[in-house]
């Protein structure tokens, strides 16, 4: 049930969902309100090919009270349309602790993350993000868009591919604290604007983070935000 726990208890072999569902792949979790703990294991090869739906990865909606940790997503391959992320769509007031997305591929139209698209509360702690991330509007390494969530000790080496609002870490900042984090990327987008190392548009706190991004945009430009 969208309430229970789950535990995994071996890798698990994925790549077969890309003909799931006439090619859609997996379909997402779409109201989530349990723990998932993943005890380090990897989900591999992972297939979520929705562009036409909102609130996508392997959680679609994250309810307050929900929890995933220690879940290893390795080379995923997810596509929506609105809020897309490589683990949780859309978060609102849970907790992602000790997770990873590693050389993912992450698309989207709006509020495009690798970890988590859109997160509204709750708490995302050390959780590590890799591989491509590309939407038009609203775009990061770890999230879209973060609205009053606690960030603590995560970071991303992921490249960023959008036109506007995007950021290394995340794309738009535009409450809650983040600190101790980091990102490493790549923003290579001649064409865009709003755009930073570590984030693009920011209102909210950041605490002891840093930027090694390498970045190349338009117009409102920084190495950090």
């Given at each position: 049930p969208w309430f229970g726990n789950y535990t995994l208890t071996a890798n698990i072999a994925a790549k077969s969902t890309q003909e799931w569902n006439s090619q859609k792949g997996f379909e997402p979790i779409t109201k989530f309100c349990g723990t998932i703990d993943g005890k380090r294991y990897k989900i591999k090869n992972l297939y979520i090919q929705r562009t036409d739906m909102d609130n996508v990865g392997v959680v679609s909606y994250l309810c307050p009270g929900g929890k995933v940790t220690m879940l290893?997503?390795?080379n995923c391959h997810i596509s929506g349309s609105c809020k897309?992320?490589?683990?949780?769509?859309?978060n609102v007031r849970g907790t992602i602790d000790n997770c990873k997305v590693t050389d993912g591929e992450i698309k989207g139209e709006?509020?495009?993350g690798g970890l988590i698209g859109q997160s509204n509360g709750g708490s995302i702690v050390k959780s590590i993000v890799s591989g491509t991330i590309e939407g038009y509007d609203t775009v990061g390494g770890v999230l879209g868009q973060n609205?009053?969530?606690?960030?603590?000790?995560?970071g991303t080496s992921a490249q960023i591919k959008g036109?506007?609002?995007l950021g290394g870490f995340v794309g738009l900042h535009s409450s809650g604290t983040i600190s101790e984090c980091y990102a490493k990327g790549t923003i290579n987008e001649p064409g865009s604007q709003f755009v930073g190392g570590f984030v693009g548009n920011n209102a909210g706190h950041i605490i002891n983070c840093y930027s090694t991004s390498r970045v190349t945009a338009y117009a409102n430009t920084g190495g950090f935000s």
């Open positions: 290893i997503l390795e897309v992320g490589g683990l949780v769509g859309k709006v509020y495009v609205i009053d969530t606690s960030i603590t000790a995560c036109d506007i609002n």
